[in-house]
């Protein structure tokens, strides 16, 4: 039983990073963003490369991670999304932009780093054992670090000047840009940040998981269950979904094992009764 | 006396159908200027003009002599333009504090923000009570004492209020009416105000325009047209 709930917030604390991240970015520009799953393998194969192969210090790889996803999602907000967003009126658009260029990072990341799966060495090594609970230790530093950045997170969109300002964005459009908010350069902001945080989740896990570049559609899929479950948009809705849908993996894996491999279609089962009674998910507001 | 705003025979449209053909208004430092008008005359077309969200297609809008058309509405309020936009647009899961604060987007002195958040809060005591409370959970007449003061936490020199009786408690119309003009007396803000309960706006203010159909029908001073028969059968009938 602590096993299943240790794993679960384990899992929990990567989901809800990556949901973050998406409804950040839904919110903002109500764009649904399915390349964020690509974001988080490219992530990985930024780890992969400079702590994997150049034997940088593993810190330096998640920032490079972080800051290489920042610059991609901030210029494919710029490049992409601002321009396709302006000229076009109707929400499809972005949707077939953002599954486009989904498939475009597939295709970049199978060129450059092929479709094998690729580890790196532990970073720590060893593993916790009480009487109930058995945890690897990189598993609770990555943890760790995933609840660490989900409460920097929070206070920042909480506290901070450009985190109110994003807030204000996310809730009424035109009074923000009555305060004075530069609409534009504040969607940019949090395209870059949804997109540093889906690849710094990518880096951390490249550690225990491994990466390989045929993940990222699941993910993304993964993402969206959270935001559904949590509610499309809201801060709060991201991280209960994410803890959610990693509680009920775990405790999936650990239950229906001998029926094979049927958890995730328990979970979608279920998600589909949860969504016919509340459409727009736990805390969700009805216009999105 | 130069105007702090002049707003010269200004075109506007919405996609063929216009809102204002050749409209002219001016606000002097210190005056309140009412608009008034039945829904649709054009009233709110103005204030859209003035603070960038809609462009106009002819004619020219000066604030403090230099033009301002087409300039963006982020823009508009760091030269001290500060509007109260139409059905209040509080950040309805914001507290009444982050509300604020947004207000002084714009600015980086802290004291002074500290300041004019104290002098907001002694204006509108019901703010200091909510002062934690989510902002979409606030009856219409708080929601609204909200966004006046979240506009005045600019420090502008000159307030847009569009509408700002709309949706409010008759009890609260009064306290919103006379809160306006204690900020244009006190703060030396100057104010335009749009309205459809007329007689509240020629009440409080020094000048008024009279639009029909995106034109200026009828001007001049408020107690004039309070008691001018034609303003008297358009827009003072059937209120109160």
Redesign the interface.
């Known amino acids: 039983m602590e096993q299943v709930i240790a794993n679960g917030l384990y899992l929990g604390a990567q989901y809800a990073l990556i949901a973050l991240g998406l409804t950040l970015i839904f919110a903002l520009m109500n764009v649904l963003n399915f390349a964020h799953g690509q974001m988080y393998v490219l992530g990985g194969f930024v780890t992969y490369t400079i702590y994997g192969q150049l034997k940088l210090p593993f810190v330096v790889a998640l920032i490079c991670s972080g800051v290489t996803l920042a610059i991609i999602g901030a210029l494919m907000e710029k490049f992409l999304f601002r321009t396709v967003i302006r000229r076009s009126k109707r929400e499809e658009s972005t949707m077939l932009l953002a599954a486009a260029t989904a498939f475009f990072l597939d295709a970049v990341m199978l060129l450059l780093f092929g479709e094998k799966q690729r580890g790196v060495p532990k970073i720590i090594s060893g593993v916790f054992i009480s009487e109930r609970v058995i945890l690897p230790y990189d598993r609770i530093l990555v943890g760790v670090v995933a609840i660490l950045m989900i409460a920097a997170f929070m206070v920042f969109m909480q506290y901070s000047?450009p985190g109110?300002?994003m807030?204000?964005l996310a809730?009424?459009r035109?009074?923000?840009?009555?305060?004075?908010?530069?609409?534009e350069r504040y969607s940019m902001i949090g395209f870059a940040l949804g997109a540093m945080l889906a690849g710094v989740v990518g880096g951390l896990l490249v550690s225990i998981t491994g990466v390989n570049s045929g993940i990222g559609g699941p993910i993304s899929i993964k993402a969206f269950l959270m935001v559904m479950i949590g509610g499309a948009g809201v801060v709060g809705g991201a991280i209960a979904g994410g803890f959610i849908l990693g509680m009920m993996e775990s405790v999936g894996l650990a239950t229906l094992r001998e029926y094979g491999d049927i958890t995730y279609l328990a979970i979608f089962a279920l998600l589909m009764i949860f969504l016919s009674i509340r459409p727009h998910g736990l805390m969700g507001k009805p216009w999105g | 006396m130069d105007a702090l705003l002049k707003f010269e025979d200004v075109e506007l449209y919405y996609d063929h159908v216009y809102a204002l053909k050749g409209v002219s208004v001016e606000v002097h430092e210190g005056e309140t200027v009412a608009l008034i008008g039945a829904n649709g005359a054009g009233k709110s077309s103005i204030l859209r003009a003035i603070t960038g969200l809609r462009r106009i297609r002819s004619g020219q809008i000066q604030y403090q002599g230099k033009r301002i058309d087409g300039i963006a509405p982020d823009e508009i309020v760091r030269m001290g333009i500060s509007m109260v936009p139409e059905a209040r647009r509080v950040f309805p899961y914001m507290s009444v504090r982050d509300n604020l604060l947004m207000g002084a987007f714009t600015r980086s002195d802290k004291a002074g923000i500290q300041q004019s958040m104290e002098m907001v809060l002694a204006r509108f005591p019901r703010l200091k009570e909510r002062y934690s409370q989510q902002a979409g959970t606030m009856s219409g007449g708080e929601q609204q004492m909200l966004v006046i003061g979240r506009a005045l936490m600019a420090r502008p020199r000159l307030l847009l209020l569009d509408e700002p009786s709309l949706g409010v408690a008759p009890k609260l119309v009064q306290d919103i009416a006379r809160s306006i003009v204690a900020i244009n007396r006190d703060e030396k803000v100057s104010v335009l105000l749009v309205e459809q309960n007329s007689r509240m706006a020629l009440r409080i203010s020094n000048r008024a325009y009279a639009l029909t159909t995106g034109k200026v029908a009828l001007s001049g001073t408020s107690s004039e047209l309070l008691t001018d028969e034609r303003v008297r059968h358009l827009y003072l009938g059937g209120e109160f």
């Open positions: 000047r109110r300002a807030r204000a809730q009424d035109v009074a923000a840009q009555l305060m004075g908010v530069k609409v």
